[in-house]
């Protein structure tokens, strides 16, 4: 399982930047395997991610902003679900991953 963060590398939007960001920090910092995935660079992808988040979750008005996060094919949600999420202890089953990767002693 692969979770996919479609971006905007080219984003003007200091609060988009911030976001990728801050998600894709903590990915990191917590050893969750995933991808980015730039919606700047490639038409099929943006055209992929906008066709698979849910009607619900788009905006009235222009297109969804990134990040967008996906867990292969399903949709987890955007950067306010995953801040959400993570106030609230709950990111791994956002993310539909059953629990934290493991660390050693060593590393905490």
């Known amino acids: 399982m692969v979770i996919k963060v479609y971006i905007a590398s080219s984003s003007g939007s200091v609060a988009v930047k911030k976001h990728q960001q801050a998600v894709v920090g903590f990915l990191e910092a917590n050893r969750i395997n995933f991808q980015e995935v730039d919606i700047t660079m490639l038409e099929e992808q943006r055209l992929w991610m906008y066709c698979n988040i849910p009607k619900e979750k788009?905006?009235?008005k222009g297109n969804p902003l990134p990040p967008q996060i996906f867990n292969?094919?399903?949709?987890?949600?955007?950067y306010e679900d995953f801040f959400?999420?993570?106030?609230?202890?709950?990111v791994f089953a956002f993310l539909g991953l059953n629990s934290p990767p493991n660390?050693?002693?060593?590393e905490s």
Do not use: H, W
């Open 58 to 60: 788009k905006p009235e």
């Open 103 to 106: 660390v050693t002693d060593s």
């Open 72 to 78: 292969e094919a399903r949709y987890c949600g955007d």
């Open 84 to 90: 959400q999420s993570k106030e609230n202890n709950t």
